[in-house]
Nanobody
């Protein structure tokens, strides 16, 4: 089970830090990704910390967002800086097991999802 938290209302240019806590499984055995979904839009990839600690970001957030993980605490993080109104969405964390056909941006590759946390950025 994954539990995302840390969302809220922030002004443009501000920062938020989301957390994703895992229970019931070995966190270190999974890729941990972040996705977001704005009203009326499809869920989109934000970033991922892979099993080998490689990190990938969507172009729209690269340089502003930072993903990280602490396997000892079974927790992943999404640090969001210089937030923009277009970052407004529900943010989800997700976990994917090792797989040969790994594609971090594809929602279908992730087996476990958190419930989402709302991030609203005002202009």
């Amino acid at each position: 089970q994954l539990q995302a938290s840390g969302g809220g209302l922030v002004q443009a240019g501000g920062s938020l830090r989301l957390s994703c806590a895992a229970s019931g499984r070995t966190f270190g055995s999974y890729h941990v990704g972040w996705f977001r979904q704005a009203p009326g839009k499809e869920r989109e990839f934000v970033g991922v910390v892979a099993l080998n600690s490689n990190i990938y970001y969507a172009d729209s957030v690269r340089g502003r967002f930072t993903v990280s993980r602490d396997n000892a605490k079974n927790t992943a993080y999404l640090q969001m800086n210089r937030l923009r109104p277009e970052d407004t969405a529900i943010y989800f964390c997700a976990a994917a097991p090792y797989q040969t056909s790994w594609a971090p941006h594809m929602t279908s590759k992730y087996d476990y999802w958190g419930q989402g946390t709302q991030v609203t950025v005002s202009s």
